[in-house]
Nanobody, 126 residues
Framework: QVQLVESGGGLVQPGGSLRLSCAAS????????MAWFRQAPGKDREFVAA????????RYTDSVKGRFTMSRDNSKNSVFLQMNSLKPEDTAVYYC???????????????????WGQGTRVTVSS
């Protein structure tokens, strides 16, 4: 069983930055792919970023490219999402997810992830 706990959300002004963290219980190491999703009020959950278990560069949704950076620290069973130049449309609950059975073509698919955190709320507003 894997448990994920996100932290780092909060209220920030447009143009500001936040760094989200996700800590996984249990030793997932490099056997699991990791991802960030978000869900804005009244909208469906959407993919934000992911790193495949095989390594390589993170994949991002187009709307966050150049602004968000995902990193992974396997020694700490943690992933991070550095969010810069935040916009009001980034307002959402951000979820960390992990799964062992993803292939590269399914990284953006939430239904392929086995475990989810409880989410951390990010509000971008002046």
């Amino acid at each position: 069983q894997v448990q994920l706990v996100e932290s780092g959300g909060g209220l920030v002004q447009p143009g500001g930055s936040l760094r989200l963290s996700c800590a996984a219980s249990g030793r997932i190491g490099t056997s699991y792919s990791m991802a960030w999703f978000r869900q804005a009020p009244g909208k469906d959950r959407e993919f934000v970023a992911a790193v495949h278990r095989s390594g390589g560069s993170p994949r991002y949704t187009d709307s966050v490219k150049g602004r968000f950076t995902m990193s992974r620290d396997n020694s700490k069973n943690s992933v991070f999402l550095q969010m810069n130049s935040l916009k009001p449309e980034d307002t959402a609950v951000y979820y960390c997810a992990t799964g062992a059975r993803l292939i590269l073509s399914t990284l953006t698919r939430g239904d392929f992830y086995d475990y989810w955190g409880q989410g951390t709320r990010v509000t971008v507003s002046s």
